[in-house]
């Protein structure tokens, strides 16, 4: 079984928002406004969605893997 895992660079977020409209499992809103992804692996029926938010962070701060 392979482990999947979102991550955030918080240099390169924007804070658009975008990654928790698409996925909020995964991804939301720090308290700095920046997003961020939870620290754990990502569920089989979630990372369609995850690889989403990766494809369409208009800053590519995200990845998945």
Do not use: R, W, Y
Not at 33 to 58: F, H, M, Q, T, Y
Request: net charge negative.
């Amino acid at each position: 079984m392979v482990t999947v895992k979102g991550h955030v660079d918080k240099e390169t977020c924007i804070s658009c928002g975008l990654c928790p409209d698409i996925c909020p499992e995964i991804f939301s809103m720090d308290d700095d406004g920046k997003a961020i992804a939870l620290d754990n692996e990502i569920p089989d029926e979630l990372v369609e969605s995850a690889k989403e938010a990766e494809e369409l962070c208009p800053v590519e701060a995200i990845t998945v893997e």
